[in-house]
């Protein structure tokens, strides 16, 4: 089959998804069509979604899917029709950081996972108006069928729930694999989390799975803070009624050793650098808006030996983290569950409100069956 029948959410103009009817074609070479059985929705999406990371409209989005191989294309190996999957960030695998282990990082990132296209400019998505913009994150996997790629799909064993999987493809190894693969974070250190979110708690999560000694959650909801206790945290802190940083300071005596920043507020950066005490290290994965300045004390950073590291996706390799997570889940070391509630598809814009005002952590929309 040449073409398949799909729904699929667009954004038309800023501000907005809405449901369309697509066809997409079949897989190419080196490319995989996934039966998407379900995707969260994240800050990447609704960033892109208000233009704030402009990129060409109309658009298809998500980048955290999780399915079941339908077609693989020539060369695909170690993939096969009825594979439970999760999707995650696309990479070249050719370049120094690729070949270094770093796919992150990977030279071709821009253009592989937000160019609207595949890298020769053609599209597997097309509606009765025309071309959609696709290969969002090499997937566009807000809806029923996505085309990725054997570099980002990921094989997955079959006796966890697959609609659970997918925020593991970025969101949730983005705060995991920041503890345990950027930062290392050993056992008996401590860590403080600024940020409740998703990816604020998978890094309280993880550190718990390090064996941190102290870790300490810091937002200024009490809800969050006392789902970040359930999680894992020793202590929690809300930035509303005190000064975090006089507050870590007073919890580990010289400040921590690991500071993890996830909100993308420049004022909050500083805090999670002042946070630290000698020779600790800052991980920055909040994405404040294009050009934004940070500012810290240099004597203070010079003099204490701090260090300032930014994160993107966890630095995993997903083919390897990723089924790590879900062992870890399986054995109910890593109840990221506690972060997620459902939706359909059509109802993606109730989603993101939710998301927007605190309401949900962690929005996963559920695919409609295909025909």
Not at 66 to 71: I, L, Q
Not at 88 to 116: D, K
Not at 126 to 155: C, I, M, P, W
Not at 312 to 317: H, L, P, T, W, Y
């Amino acid at each position: 089959m040449t073409q398949r029948e799909l729904q699929v959410a667009v954004v038309r103009e800023k501000g907005s998804f809405q449901i369309e009817n697509a066809r997409i074609g079949a897989p190419g070479p080196g490319e995989v069509l996934v039966r998407v059985v379900a995707a969260g929705l994240c800050h990447t999406d609704l960033i892109v979604r208000d233009q704030d990371l402009p990129l060409p409209l109309p658009m298809v989005l998500g980048h955290e899917g999780s399915g079941v191989v339908e077609e693989v294309g020539e060369g695909v190996q170690g993939l096969a029709p009825g594979d439970h999957v999760v999707l995650s960030f696309h990479s070249c695998g050719e370049c120094a950081t690729c070949q270094a282990g770093s796919p992150a990082y990977c030279e071709r990132f821009m253009p592989l996972n937000m160019g609207g296209a595949r890298e020769d400019g053609t599209h597997a998505l097309h509606s009765e108006a025309g071309v959609l913009h696709d290969q969002f994150f090499g997937q566009s996997s807000f809806g029923s069928y996505a085309l990725t790629h054997a570099r980002n799909t990921v094989k997955v064993r079959r006796d966890v729930p697959l609609e659970l999987l997918g925020p593991l493809g970025c969101g949730i190894q983005t705060g995991a694999g920041a503890v345990l693969r950027s930062m290392k974070v050993p056992a008996g250190s401590s860590l403080a989390a600024f940020g409740a979110g998703a990816v604020g708690l998978s890094a309280v999560m993880a550190a718990r799975v390090a064996g941190a000694a102290v870790i300490i959650a810091v937002d200024t909801k009490p809800g969050r803070l006392e789902l970040a206790r359930e999680l894992g945290a020793t202590h929690t802190v809300n930035a509303a009624e005190e000064d975090p940083v006089a507050a870590i300071r007073r919890l580990t005596g010289t400040g921590a050793n690991f500071t993890f920043e996830a909100t993308g507020l420049t004022s909050v950066m500083r805090q999670a650098v002042e946070a630290l005490g000698p020779r600790g290290t800052c991980g920055i994965v909040g994405a404040p808006p294009a050009g934004a300045q940070a500012s810290f004390d240099v004597y203070d950073l010079l003099m204490l030996g701090k260090h300032i590291m930014g994160i993107v996706e966890g630095d995993s390799v997903p083919r390897e983290f990723i089924p790590e997570l879900v062992d870890l889940y399986a054995e109910g070391r890593f109840p990221f569950d506690r972060l997620i509630r459902y939706y359909d598809l059509a109802d993606i814009n109730q989603a993101a409100a939710d998301s927007e005002s605190g309401v949900t952590l962690k929005p996963v929309l559920r695919m409609p069956t295909p025909a």
